[in-house]
C-alpha cells in the first residue's frame, strides 16, 4: 500500500515533499505538523484544522481553528522531518485525507495500475506473471495490455513490467519517448518529433507505423491507430472488421481496443462527439454525441468522461463494467470486464468485475 501524500513547509520555503503511511494518525499539532492543503478540498486538513492562507509561505495551509495571520505575524515553527509511530506509519494526515492520490489509472484484462501524483506506481488486481509488480521508480505516463504494463519514466525511457514474450514486449527502452501505447503483444512509443517506434509482435504490422509525425498513438490487439497533427487518424496492422479503416475529420484523442476478438477503436472529435469503427457485436462501437473530453475503449464495454465531468458507458454489461457511477471524474479507462476512473479529488474508483481484487485501488 502507498503513502499518502502531503507538501511539508517549514521556515521559509518549500521542503520535499513527504511520504506518509497509509496508516498516518490525526493526532498532529499545528505548532509541529503544518500541511499544504487546497481550500476547495476540505479533507486535506484534519478534524479541528482548517485550510488558511499563511503571508509568510506564501500558500495555504492547514492551520488548528483556522486561525488567521497578518503578513509576517506567523511563526508558525514546523520540524524539517516527521517521527515514525509504534506501528512504523507516521503522524501528520488524518483518516479522510490518507488515501493514495493519482494522476492517471490504466485498466487491462485482469489488473489495473495507477500513476501516483509523485510519479510513483500502484498496480492491484491479478497478480499472475508479474502484472502488479510494478518496479520502483518515477513516471510521467503509464499505458497497460492485456498481462503487461509499460511507463515513461522521468528520464523519458521506457520500463516494462508483466507476461514477457518471445517478441521482447516487456523489453525496455532508450528514450527520449513523450507518449506511450501498449497493446496485447506489442507496444509503439512517441518520440518528441513525433514519429512513432513500436516493438513486439508484427505479425499483421501492427509494429510498423507509417512516415508521419503523431501527436497520441493508441495500440489494441493487432492494430495500433494515431493521430497526426493536423487531427488526422491513421492506423495500421490487423484490418479485419475494418479495424484500420478510420474515419475523415479532426480528432483530439483516439483509443484502441485490447481485445483479441473485438477490434473496436474510438476517437474524440473536435466538438467533443465519440466516433468508433471496428467490431461493434456489443455496440461498444456506437457513436456517442458530446461533449466528450476523454474516451477508452476496453474489449466489449466503452466508457467515456463527458466534459462535465460524468462518465457514460456503453456496451457489453455482464458484470456492471457501464456502471453507473456518480461522481465527477477527469479520466476513465476501460478494461476488460472492469472499469476505473480518476476523479476530481484524485482518488479512483472501480467498477465491475470484482475478480482478483481488481476493483480494490489503494
Excluded at 122 to 141: I, L, M, N, V, Y
Excluded at 147 to 161: K, L, P, S, V, Y
Excluded at 203 to 218: K, L, M, R
Aim: charged share 20%; net charge negative.
Amino acid at each position: 500500500m502507498k503513502a499518502c501524500h502531503r507538501t511539508l513547509l517549514a521556515g521559509i520555503g518549500l521542503l520535499s515533499v513527504v511520504s506518509l503511511s497509509s496508516g498516518c494518525k490525526a493526532d498532529f499539532d499545528a505548532a509541529d505538523y503544518t500541511f499544504a492543503c487546497d481550500p476547495s478540498r476540505p479533507s486535506d486538513c484534519a478534524e479541528g484544522f482548517e485550510c488558511v492562507y499563511v503571508p509568510s509561505q506564501g500558500t495555504e495551509l492547514c492551520v488548528e481553528g483556522g486561525a488567521s495571520f497578518d503578513a509576517g505575524s506567523d511563526a508558525t515553527s514546523v520540524p524539517d522531518v516527521l517521527s515514525d509511530t509504534a506501528d512504523g506509519s507516521q503522524d501528520g494526515c488524518d483518516a479522510s485525507s490518507c488515501a493514495t492520490r493519482y494522476q492517471q489509472v490504466v485498466s487491462a484484462e485482469a489488473h489495473s495500475c495507477g500513476l501516483e501524483l509523485d510519479g510513483t506506481v500502484e498496480c492491484w488486481g491479478w497478480p499472475g506473471e508479474g502484472r502488479t509488480a510494478a518496479p520502483d521508480g518515477t513516471f510521467t505516463k503509464i499505458a497497460a495490455g492485456e498481462d503487461h504494463t509499460c511507463g515513461i519514466t522521468t528520464e523519458q525511457h521506457i520500463e516494462c513490467w508483466g507476461k514477457s514474450s518471445e517478441e521482447g514486449r516487456t523489453e525496455g527502452q532508450e528514450g527520449p519517448f513523450v507518449d506511450l501505447a501498449v497493446g496485447t503483444h506489442h507496444n509503439c512509443a512517441l518520440r518528441p518529433g513525433g514519429s512513432v517506434f513500436c516493438w513486439g509482435a508484427n505479425s499483421f504490422g501492427e509494429s510498423t507505423p507509417p512516415d508521419a509525425t503523431f501527436e497520441q498513438i493508441s495500440a489494441g490487439s493487432a492494430h495500433t491507430c494515431g493521430i497526426d497533427t493536423d487531427g488526422s487518424i491513421s492506423c495500421w496492422g490487423f484490418d479485419s472488421d475494418d479495424a484500420t479503416n478510420a474515419p475523415s475529420g479532426a480528432f483530439k484523442q483516439v483509443s484502441v481496443g485490447d481485445g483479441v476478438t473485438e477490434r473496436t477503436s474510438c476517437a474524440v472529435a473536435m466538438n467533443g462527439d465519440v466516433t468508433c469503427w471496428g467490431t461493434n457485436g456489443y455496440r461498444q462501437a456506437d457513436a456517442r454525441p458530446g461533449p466528450f473530453r476523454q474516451v477508452s475503449v476496453g474489449v466489449k464495454h466503452t466508457c467515456g468522461v463527458r466534459t462535465d465531468g460524468s462518465i457514460d458507458c456503453w456496451g457489453a454489461n455482464p458484470f456492471g463494467q457501464l456502471g453507473p457511477v456518480q461522481g465527477v471524474f477527469v479520466q476513465v479507462s476501460a478494461g476488460e470486464s472492469h472499469t476505473c476512473a480518476v476523479a476530481e479529488d484524485d482518488s479512483v474508483k472501480c467498477w465491475g468485475y470484482s475478480e482478483d481484487g481488481r476493483l480494490d485501488a489503494p
